[in-house]
């Protein structure tokens, strides 16, 4: 695998993006920076891994817009498709919250019974200064919680000048179209600072329809609206920097295709404080508060899918972390933590007036839900010698959940049937629902440098997840209370299991990097044996329509044992540089497989073989970029979730990107053959079942033939 190391700096009129994705090398990296900050510059702790010839992607201005999701997916990250801008990242085949997504260290919950608003969704293009993603074995000073992985978005970088008044910096604004989908985009960055005071803001809004696919159809409910808004300050001296952020996100509607209901409207609003002080011996620490809150509400927008039922979440994550980075030696490093987080839920769906099912009482799906986590860590690393460099780390986390006393819609019986859900509220608040689990982590890290051009890298790690609110606590039993339920995109309905365990996977990796002048290549390689692991086991079945094709299946959540694996290899080489310019390039194949041990079947939503190739020209300041891409058949498949297979496709990619003075033009053309294709992990299109149930439940289709143009001016 490539390995990326990248400084972002935000400087008068430029502005550079840069990503990190490896498995084991940006465990070490991190390792050595549990928060990433503007004085880390300043300090020469990170000395011993500058050393290591580690190369980045540049990634021009037209990434200042659009969603998270876009760029992290240049750099290895897959998504389970879902709304415009909240589609669920994937990270060694799992996706979801077994995957730790930080927004500058603070740790955001997905309110909403389907996640339509997972921490990605939170934050824009022109708001990542980077992205670190280290998949598999990370660091236990990363962040804890996650069996998958981390990805790290930094945000909060202030900038500051050589000025002793405060004077006007920098400033970027950025405009989009996209053809297929009628997109339009704009972002603005601007900063005000001086040697002592940071004074930014960022803002980005983007408007879409429903894209179609490659056959020319519209592709139901995919549109979608946003708006972002950032403002930071800072103050810092010689020896300290203390920095404030505040976000604001608007979300009018979201159209959610493979789920039954849509967003209707998202409003959170976030404050983080974080203060640095430079120790002596070169030591650093951190100490940093968040705030996040968000209404969100679900139902029905567009006649593209209708319906008539609301959905209100409100959802609070509050947090501190305390984190210590002290050198002993030269040669050696301790990093100590605490940490804390608190997660509080309200989940209630209205009664509709004159419903004899949604009435005449409010239905208390989650009843304030609280979910805390409090956390130790301590890292040790050291380079050995001139070959060896090592570490190691344990984390200790309490995780307690509970919640309070729910109620169905009514408690009558309709037509002489069981009120399932009646006596489901009744066995749910007779029960104890308070749960407590004791989780340790520990991960250990090497990396041997076999030569001057290469490096191999070993990773150990054992890490937990306990359920979420969602997967514990969703006590519904009728067929329309559990397909509320569940981000899987299937169509299925899902129940709650009070009885979780936390998922426990032990995980190795191994990872063999060449650099030369002309030539780049890795390997890497990963295998997660995982002790209940969160899967579902088939309660009942039901059907709209009495079709076979109909038919979906009411799921329970439980443990089950499993294991995955996988690899992924990457090379580049410059081809010549001429008067022509320079060419290079870049080629990339990987797999994963996921199963369950007692039965032996696949696990949900596994990506198959994929692979790419591109071809990259520069001269001067236009650059250019060709890239085919080749995705194999999906026959492997979860039959518990009636999962689609889906059949092969490529595509071709092309982008071209000019810069003249402050300004950067850029086109592209995405699926340049209009080529139809389905999603492999996009579950099932509900919009188009309900508009047309003959077909059954087909997996959602592809984005066709899509012209993007973008155009940023830096002043």
């Not at 403002?231 to 039954?260: C, E, M, R």
């Not at 799906?365 to 344990?394: C, D, H, M």
């Not at 859900?421 to 749910?428: E, P, V």
Request: net charge negative; hydrophobic share 35%; proline share 2%.
């Amino acid at each position: 695998m490539i390995l990326n190391l990248n400084t972002t700096q935000v400087a008068h009129s430029q502005c550079n993006l840069n990503f990190v994705y490896s498995s084991i090398s940006l465990a070490i990296i991190l390792a050595l920076s549990p928060q990433v900050s503007a004085q880390q510059s300043e300090s020469n702790n990170q000395a011993d891994i500058e050393r290591m010839e580690i190369h980045g992607q540049h990634h021009a201005h037209q990434d200042l817009l659009g969603s998270a999701e876009r760029l992290l997916s240049k750099q290895g990250v897959d998504f389970s498709q879902a709304g415009g801008v909240s589609a669920l990242p994937v990270l060694n085949g799992m996706m979801g919250d077994r995957i730790k997504v930080l927004i500058d260290g603070s740790d955001i919950t997905s309110s909403c019974a389907n996640h339509m608003n997972p921490p990605l969704s939170y934050v824009v293009a022109n708001q990542i200064a980077t992205a670190q993603v280290i998949a598999g074995v990370s660091p236990v000073s990363a962040g804890g919680d996650n069996i998958a992985g981390v990805i790290h978005i930094n945000s909060l970088e202030p900038v500051f000048n050589d000025s002793k008044q405060l004077i006007w910096d920098s400033g970027i604004v950025s405009a989009g179209y996209r053809s297929n989908s009628d997109t339009r985009l704009a972002s603005v960055n601007s900063t005000m600072a001086s040697e002592a005071l940071s004074f930014s803001y960022q803002g980005a809004y983007e408007d879409a329809n429903s894209y179609t696919d490659g056959h020319g159809n519209k592709v139901l409910d995919t549109l979608y609206q946003v708006q972002n808004h950032a403002l930071l300050s800072a103050w810092k001296d010689d020896s300290q920097q203390i920095a404030v952020k505040l976000t604001h996100q608007h979300i009018p509607f979201q159209g959610f295709a493979n789920q039954y209901m849509d967003m209707t409207n998202n409003d959170s609003y976030g404050a983080l404080v974080r203060y640095q002080l430079s120790l002596d011996n070169e030591g650093l620490f951190t100490a940093q508060a968040n705030w996040q809150r968000v209404e969100h509400e679900m139902g029905f927008f567009t006649p593209e899918k209708t319906g008539m039922m609301p959905m209100e979440t409100t959802g609070n994550d509050l947090s501190y972390q305390l984190h210590w980075q002290l050198p002993i030696t030269n040669q050696s490093t301790l990093l100590l933590g605490q940490e804390y987080y608190l997660y509080q839920l309200d989940d209630s769906w209205p009664a509709i007036e004159g419903s004899s099912m949604m009435g005449p009482n409010d239905y208390i799906n989650i009843n304030n839900g609280k979910r805390k986590r409090a956390a130790v860590f301590a890292q040790w690393q050291e380079t050995l010698n001139t070959q060896w460099w090592i570490s190691a780390g344990v984390r200790y986390e309490y995780v307690t959940t509970r919640a309070d006393e729910v109620q169905p819609y009514n408690t009558m019986s309709l037509m002489g049937m069981t009120n399932v859900n009646a006596l489901a509220a009744d066995t749910f608040n007779q029960s104890d629902r308070q749960r407590h689990h004791h989780i340790i982590d520990a991960t250990l890290l090497a990396k041997y440098q076999l030569s001057d051009t290469e490096i191999v890298e070993l990773g150990l790690a054992r890490k937990s997840r306990s359920p979420n609110l969602y997967e514990r606590y969703s006590w519904g039993q009728s067929t329309m209370a559990t397909t509320m339920i569940g981000w899987y995109g299937d169509g299925n309905g899902y129940v709650g299991n009070l009885d979780l365990q936390e998922e426990t996977a032990h995980t190795f990796s191994a990872a063999y990097q060449l650099t030369q002048d002309d030539l780049s290549a890795s390997a890497t390689a990963w295998y997660s044996k995982i002790t209940d692991y969160i899967d579902a086991n088939v309660l009942s079945s039901f059907t709209s329509t009495g079709n076979d094709l109909s038919k979906r299946n009411i799921l329970q959540f439980t443990n089950v044992n499993a294991r995955l694996f996988g690899a992924r290899m990457d090379a580049a080489y410059q081809l010549t540089e001429n008067t022509y310019g320079q060419w290079s390039t870049a080629a990339s194949i990987s797999m994963t497989r996921g199963e369950r041990d007692d039965t032996n079947e696949p696990l949900y939503q596994i990506k198959p073989l994929q692979t790419e190739l591109a071809l990259q020209h520069q001269l001067g300041d236009w650059q250019n970029n060709v890239s085919w891409q080749w995705v194999a058949a999906k026959d492997r498949v979860d039959n518990n979730r009636l999962e689609n297979t889906t059949d092969s496709y490529s595509l071709i990619n092309v982008t071209s990107t000019i810069e003249w003075q402050n300004t950067t033009l850029a086109v592209s053309v995405k699926n340049l053959l209009d080529h139809y294709y389905q999603l492999p992990l996009g579950g099932v299109s509900i919009a188009n079942y309900k508009a047309d149930n003959s077909q059954g439940f087909q997996q959602m289709a592809a984005t066709g033939r899509t012209v993007e143009l973008s155009v940023n001016y830096a002043f």
